[in-house]
């Protein structure tokens, strides 16, 4: 299969600091990845699509700005929340799909676990 | 815009069948996929529907109409461990993106 992993896991901040998450493809190069936003009992948003060596794609209503999306390399996409406050507090999500594995014929996106965000 | 909406709950015997339905709106839409997440946990893939029709994938079958803009997941002989978050997502445009549906969450009584 296709192994995608996060770091961290969990992050605690203050108001205000800025934070980074990371996001790898383990044993797989991902050209492509995607950054999801998760409140609690709600669905997954699709934040953004990262592009390596491109400037990401935002989603609508998402500030590029607070968060910055670096794909500098075909196994690692990080996420920067800036100036994090409160509401910025939620569980963020890596994806990436496999050509290899899928063929991209399924269409299967393979998920990081998940970086829970808080900001007191 | 891109939308797909789902039953927000189910509950279900063990041993059981369910249905989960999803709707979606049309608009440059590819493909259907399925997704599970139980609490505190990365979405994990299921099933999809490129073509109209029925996907079948052990206890999970998945299906697909674009005429009707509906999909559904079918769970067979449900186990206590099927109790989860279950999400249609659709693909638009890209040939990657997809867009999460809003989710049901599945409740299974012995």
């Known amino acids: 299969g296709a192994v995608v992993s996060q770091h961290p896991s969990w992050v605690i901040c203050k108001s205000g600091t800025s934070v980074k998450i990371e996001c790898r493809s383990l044993?797989?190069?991902?050209?492509?990845m995607f950054w999801y936003r998760q409140f609690p009992k709600q669905s997954l948003m699709l934040m953004a699509t990262?592009?390596?060596?491109?400037?990401?794609?935002?989603e609508q209503g998402v500030e590029k700005d607070k968060f910055l999306i670096n794909h500098a390399s075909l196994t690692l996409s990080t996420l920067t929340v800036t100036s994090a406050h409160p509401e910025d507090s939620s569980f963020y999500i890596c994806?990436?799909?496999?050509?290899?594995?899928?063929?991209?014929?399924?269409?299967?996106?393979?998920f990081g676990p998940g970086t829970r965000l808080t900001v007191l | 815009g891109q939308s797909l909406e789902q039953p927000s709950e189910v509950t279900a015997v063990e041993g059981a069948i369910v249905q989960i339905n999803c709707t979606y709106q049309?608009?440059?839409?590819?493909?259907l996929s399925w997704y599970q997440q139980h609490d505190g946990g990365a979405p994990t893939f299921l099933s999809y529907?490129?073509?109209?029709g029925l996907e079948e994938t052990g206890r999970f079958s998945s299906f697909l109409s674009r005429s009707d803009s509906y999909g559904y997941l079918l769970l067979q002989e449900l186990q206590m461990k099927d109790s989860a978050s279950y999400f249609c997502?659709?693909?638009?445009?890209?040939?990657?993106?997809?867009?999460f549906g809003s989710g049901t969450r599945l409740s299974i009584r012995p």
């Open positions: 997502a659709g693909g638009w445009g890209s040939a990657s993106k997809i867009i």
């Open positions: 529907n490129g073509l109209d």
């Open positions: 049309t608009s440059g839409f590819y493909g």
């Open positions: 044993d797989f190069q991902a050209t492509t």
């Open positions: 994806s990436a799909d496999n050509p290899g594995t899928s063929g991209g014929a399924s269409n299967e996106q393979f």
């Open positions: 990262s592009n390596e060596g491109s400037k990401a794609t935002y």
